[in-house]
């Protein structure tokens, strides 16, 4: 009897234990949008993120569950070994890029498009990590003086940092280069966006408001492309429809209820979106 209970307590504690290497997150919504002259609608949406530690390796699933089954957004693992981390990305995620496919890619491509293996050396060249993925990319990343830098040989270039009181992220893919600038000025956070998005955060009675002002967008032919990216124009993209320029004012208040109340007007289409969401 000692034994079985010995063996009981052991099993016990093996099990608190493999629970408290178990950390579990997520965020959930409710929206209501009346549309504007159109008819009103109500929209869901709830994720769940879960991570596993064991050790130096952890393992991080994403799940969609707000719709009739839940759908895995994701599923990772990365380990460190000594001077040497390997990570891999084992979910194909969908490539399309809206629910209504406007500017998306048109296919998904293979099974395995998604999916990769990188592994990373903390090599002694200035703080500098070398990492190569599965396809042979190689890839040099570090800090120097504040300025967070990557460089691969897949013709991707990213910087970032601050900058005498300025957030600055520069990003050059295939040759096209985008940019965010971040300040704050007298207590309102302004960002800006290479494509000529801004917005204002600031503090208004107890609570945020954020205004920005959205460029236009000009209509674009989609390409046809395959599902296995081997036509001349890939993977193909859908048709962009073209949308005048518009301004959105969004008020949030944080409840201690520990949810979170929003209120969102729209020029585009003189909609005002209700919004409660929590995240734990």
């Known amino acids: 009897m000692k034994k079985l209970i010995a063996l009981f307590a052991v099993s016990a504690m093996a099990s608190t234990s493999a629970m408290a290497a178990i950390a579990l997150s997520g965020t959930a919504s409710v929206s209501y949008d009346d549309n504007g002259s159109l008819a009103s609608g109500t ?16 393992v991080t699933i994403g799940m969609d569950v707000d719709g009739a089954n839940a759908a895995t957004t994701g599923v990772d693992m990365a380990t460190t070994i000594g001077p040497v981390t390997i990570a891999a990305d084992m979910f194909n995620e969908v490539s399309i890029g809206s629910d209504t496919g406007a500017g998306g890619q048109r296919y998904e491509g293979s099974a395995a498009d998604d999916t990769s293996v990188t592994i990373s050396v903390d090599a002694p060249i ?3 990590t070398v990492g190569v993925d599965d396809s042979g990319v190689l890839t040099v990343s570090g800090t120097w003086s504040g300025i967070t830098m990557s460089s691969s040989t897949g013709d991707l270039t990213t910087a970032s940092g601050s900058i005498a009181g300025m957030d600055i992220a520069v990003t050059n893919d295939g040759g096209a280069t985008t940019w965010t600038l971040g300040t704050t000025v007298s207590g309102v956070a302004l960002t800006l966006a290479s494509s000529q998005k ?6 208004l009675a107890g609570n945020t408001m954020v205004v920005s002002s959205i460029p236009k967008v000009d209509a674009k032919t989609g390409k046809a492309g395959n599902s296995f990216g081997t036509h001349a124009d890939g993977y193909g993209t859908f048709d962009t429809t073209a949308v005048v320029s518009y301004s959105t004012v969004a008020i949030s208040r944080s409840l201690t209820s520990g949810a979170t109340l929003a209120a969102t007007y729209s020029t585009l289409d003189d909609s005002l979106t209700l ?6």
């Open 275 to 280: 919004k409660a969401s929590v995240a734990f």
């Open 43 to 58: 929209s869901y949406d709830a994720d769940l993120s879960i991570v596993g530690t064991a050790g130096t390796t952890t």
């Open 126 to 128: 200035g703080d500098a």
């Open 198 to 203: 801004v917005t204002a955060t600031f503090g």
